[in-house]
Protein backbone atom coordinates (compact mmCIF):
# COMPACT_ATOMS: atom_id res chain seq x y z
CA UNK A 1 0.00 0.00 0.00
CA UNK A 2 2.63 2.31 0.73
CA UNK A 3 3.76 2.12 -3.26
CA UNK A 4 0.29 3.00 -4.18
CA UNK A 5 0.54 6.28 -1.87
CA UNK A 6 3.52 7.25 -3.56
CA UNK A 7 2.15 7.20 -6.90
CA UNK A 8 -0.96 9.18 -5.55
CA UNK A 9 0.95 11.81 -4.92
CA UNK A 10 1.26 12.23 -8.45
CA UNK A 11 -2.15 12.26 -8.96
CA UNK A 12 -3.79 13.89 -5.69
CA UNK A 13 -3.04 17.05 -3.23
CA UNK A 14 -1.26 15.97 -1.04
CA UNK A 15 -3.68 17.28 2.05
CA UNK A 16 -5.75 14.90 0.35
CA UNK A 17 -3.25 11.72 0.45
CA UNK A 18 -2.14 13.07 4.32
CA UNK A 19 -6.04 13.03 5.91
CA UNK A 20 -7.99 10.56 4.14
CA UNK A 21 -7.18 7.12 3.75
CA UNK A 22 -7.04 5.01 0.42
CA UNK A 23 -9.47 2.69 0.53
CA UNK A 24 -9.48 1.03 -2.80
CA UNK A 25 -8.32 2.32 -6.40
CA UNK A 26 -10.48 -0.11 -9.17
CA UNK A 27 -11.76 0.45 -12.88
CA UNK A 28 -14.83 0.01 -13.42
CA UNK A 29 -16.22 -1.53 -16.48
CA UNK A 30 -18.84 -0.07 -18.83
CA UNK A 31 -22.25 0.29 -17.97
CA UNK A 32 -25.31 1.62 -19.69
CA UNK A 33 -25.39 5.05 -17.75
CA UNK A 34 -21.58 5.25 -17.68
CA UNK A 35 -18.14 4.54 -19.69
CA UNK A 36 -15.63 2.41 -18.31
CA UNK A 37 -13.61 4.57 -15.54
CA UNK A 38 -10.79 4.55 -12.25
CA UNK A 39 -12.68 5.01 -9.18
CA UNK A 40 -10.42 5.89 -6.19
CA UNK A 41 -12.10 5.50 -2.75
CA UNK A 42 -10.95 7.67 0.12
CA UNK A 43 -11.98 8.16 3.77
CA UNK A 44 -11.08 10.49 5.99
CA UNK A 45 -8.66 9.52 8.98
CA UNK A 46 -10.34 8.88 12.38
CA UNK A 47 -8.11 12.47 13.61
CA UNK A 48 -10.03 15.76 14.59
CA UNK A 49 -7.99 19.00 13.81
CA UNK A 50 -8.48 21.17 16.99
CA UNK A 51 -9.99 24.43 15.44
CA UNK A 52 -8.83 27.51 17.19
CA UNK A 53 -9.86 27.89 20.20
CA UNK A 54 -10.99 24.41 20.54
CA UNK A 55 -9.27 21.23 23.01
CA UNK A 56 -9.51 18.49 20.05
CA UNK A 57 -10.18 16.16 23.46
CA UNK A 58 -13.84 17.45 23.97
CA UNK A 59 -14.56 16.11 20.73
CA UNK A 60 -15.85 12.38 20.30
CA UNK A 61 -15.99 10.49 16.92
CA UNK A 62 -19.65 10.41 15.68
CA UNK A 63 -19.39 8.66 12.30
CA UNK A 64 -18.97 9.04 9.03
CA UNK A 65 -21.02 10.99 6.29
CA UNK A 66 -22.82 9.17 2.78
CA UNK A 67 -19.94 9.92 0.11
CA UNK A 68 -19.66 12.56 -2.43
CA UNK A 69 -18.39 11.89 -5.60
CA UNK A 70 -15.79 14.48 -7.11
CA UNK A 71 -14.74 14.07 -10.81
CA UNK A 72 -10.91 14.74 -11.55
CA UNK A 73 -8.82 14.79 -14.82
CA UNK A 74 -8.45 11.63 -16.77
CA UNK A 75 -5.82 9.15 -16.36
CA UNK A 76 -4.67 7.02 -19.96
CA UNK A 77 -8.22 8.38 -21.75
CA UNK A 78 -10.37 7.08 -19.02
CA UNK A 79 -12.49 8.93 -16.52
CA UNK A 80 -11.68 9.63 -12.88
CA UNK A 81 -14.03 9.80 -9.42
CA UNK A 82 -13.09 10.11 -6.15
CA UNK A 83 -15.58 9.30 -3.65
CA UNK A 84 -14.63 10.71 -0.58
CA UNK A 85 -16.19 9.70 2.85
CA UNK A 86 -16.30 12.72 5.63
CA UNK A 87 -16.07 11.85 9.72
CA UNK A 88 -18.10 13.87 11.86
CA UNK A 89 -17.21 14.97 15.47
CA UNK A 90 -19.52 15.30 18.77
CA UNK A 91 -18.62 18.34 21.54
CA UNK A 92 -19.19 16.20 24.63
CA UNK A 93 -20.43 18.87 26.44
CA UNK A 94 -22.70 20.74 23.89
CA UNK A 95 -23.26 17.79 21.26
CA UNK A 96 -22.40 20.38 18.56
CA UNK A 97 -21.70 18.40 15.25
CA UNK A 98 -18.23 19.48 13.35
CA UNK A 99 -16.30 18.51 10.92
CA UNK A 100 -12.70 18.92 9.80
CA UNK A 101 -11.99 22.18 7.37
CA UNK A 102 -9.70 21.85 4.40
CA UNK A 103 -8.71 24.29 1.40
CA UNK A 104 -7.69 21.55 -1.05
CA UNK A 105 -5.59 23.08 -4.49
CA UNK A 106 -4.71 21.09 -6.99
Known amino acids: MEETNKILTFL ?5 I ?3 DLLSIIEVSETVKMPSH ?3 KLKEKN ?3 AQQGDQGQDYEAKGVSSEITIQDFPLRG ?5 NI ?9 TKKIVRN ?4 KA
Open 18 to 20: EYF
Open 12 to 16: LPKEL
Open 85 to 93: QRRSWRHKQ
Open 78 to 82: KPVYI
Open 47 to 49: VYH
Open 38 to 40: ILI
Open 101 to 104: QYNF
